[in-house]
């Protein structure tokens, strides 16, 4: 158990953090929800954070248009149906279903959910009835599940009736989950790249979470290669034009289900491109405090910009006649105030909210009942910001070490973990693993040849005679030298007959572009080496 101390003023106790969700909620607590709730940071922007929040296993987003595979998704990684599911080529999932980890399987309706102060969804009651009974949750016992937790969305429809019949705002619901789960992944089909309109503005809602996107190009067995470049650098363009960042998305390109690949080509290309996917999706549990405390941080650095912008609105309010033209006014030249915040500040424009967005939810509030400045809250966040954090960054890395490898197990992850059908099992260092004979025997004659060409003296070629003929290949030096380490089995400085073999059927290893082995497998190691230290 770990913990550090701070102390406020000299008559507080220290407080105490024994983990960093007790650090993260009790700092939101005591010093930022001060601030949010004096500025009504909550009516702006995002609704207050609650225990459940601090306390959540990491959850994944799913989000695409209709019949893009999300809920086949969900199916693959964890090899089993659950409650609600539904899957077809028409827009079948019209709820947002929360897939989590119980001990009896069944569904919890949104209204029930939203009352639960163990799950992370409460806040979720402000967008009404409409939207509650479009969600729930599907509980059922499941490896996969008990370390992560998956949310999935109706799929997207394009056209203006379907996005105003759905009775309540989908961007701002997907914005409110992106603002809270570890990873949003965003589905498209192969053979449906038109980005709709509503799907473009789920897109920019969010805008702030690029961080946590990954985009999965799915049904990519369904077309050949070439058409695949093509559909790849469409898919590319359309991004660009919506995310509008330097940094180009992260796409994985697969057939995310456990049917044959129609078009098998790009096995290869489809395997790798999961696995990444997988050791991503692996690696949310292991990083789930450190997002956490990322997205705190983000949150408090809007909740200054916001408290400064409510606090210069103030201060520019008459105090008896002219309210209504000067509110109207204010909210024109918004733009102009946040200028003079951020040079007044030294504040990145970064940090501003939506220009636009903010000024139609200005329009609707009561600018006489916003609070001027106070310094104390400005300072205790600050406070938060420059020291608090630092030290919860520590315990971080305490946990981190003092816990065992976290990570996703179950499912569609234990499937090539190990074995012959692991990534790569059989290719590159590791071909000839199963075989009785030495892989490299195959190839012994052509190499001997050379070999004798380089005049051995006792069987053996110095490091320099190798060199001239290790050169020929390209390679760089750092990757001959680790070949030549690798080689000299009996680290005596030669190279024998065996070992230059080996030298160069590791040369061809690389050249074929696989990775290097950190040391020499045992399968690879010369017969004549075998048995000695």
Known sequence: MFSWSNKNGKKK??????????????????????????????????????DADFDNKPMVLLVGQYSTGKTTFIRHLMEQDFP??????????????????GEQEGVIPGNALVVDPKKPFRKLNAFGNAFLNRFMCAQMPNPVLESISIIDTPGILSGEKQRISRGYDFAAVLEWFAERVDRIILLFDAHKLDISDEFSEV??????????????????????????????????????????????????????????????????????????????????????????LNDLIKRARLAKVHAYIISSLKKEMPSVFGKENKKKELIA?????????????????????SLKKMQEILA?????????????????????????????????RQEEAA???????????????????????GEGAGEGIDELEWVVARDKPSYDEIFYTLSPINGKVSGASAKKEMVKSKLPNTVLGKIWKLADVDRDGFLDDEEF??????????????????????????PSKRGQE
């Open 203 to 292: 897109i920019k809602a969010l805008k702030n979470h690029e961080d946590k996107m990954r985009v999965v190009l799915n049904k990519a067995d369904q077309i050949g290669t070439q058409q695949l470049m093509r559909v790849y650098g469409a898919l590319m363009w359309s991004l660009g034009k919506i995310i509008n960042t330097p940094e180009v998305v992260r796409v994985y390109i697969g057939s995310f289900w456990a049917q044959p690949l129609l078009v098998p080509d790009n096995r290869k290309l489809f395997e790798a491109e999961e696995q990444d996917l997988f050791r991503d999706i692996q690696g949310l549990p292991r990083n789930a405090a450190l997002r956490k």
């Open 13 to 50: 106790d220290p407080e105490l953090f024994q983990t960093v969700s007790d650090g993260l909620r009790r700092l939101y607590r005591t010093k930022l929800f001060p601030l949010e709730d004096t500025y009504r940071f909550h009516d702006f922007h995002s609704p207050a954070l609650e």
């Open 333 to 353: 030249n918004l733009g102009e105030i946040y200028l003079k915040i951020e040079k007044e500040h030294q504040i990145s424009p970064g940090d501003f909210p």
């Open 84 to 101: 609600g599911m539904r899957i077809g080529p028409e827009p079948t999932t019209d709820s947002f279903i929360a897939v989590m980890h």
């Open 403 to 425: 816990m065992p490898s976290q990570s996703v197990k179950g499912g569609a992850f234990e499937g090539t973990m190990n074995g012959p059908f692991g990534h790569g099992y």
């Open 364 to 396: 609707g509030q009561d600018f006489t009942k916003f609070q001027s400045m106070k310094p104390k809250l400005l300072e205790a966040v600050e406070d938060m910001l420059a020291n608090d954090i630092a030290k919860l960054m520590t315990l971080v």
């Open 501 to 526: 073999a080996l030298a160069n059927h590791l040369i061809k290893v690389k050249l074929e572009g696989h990775e290097l082995p950190a040391e020499l497998p045992p399968h690879l190691v010369p």
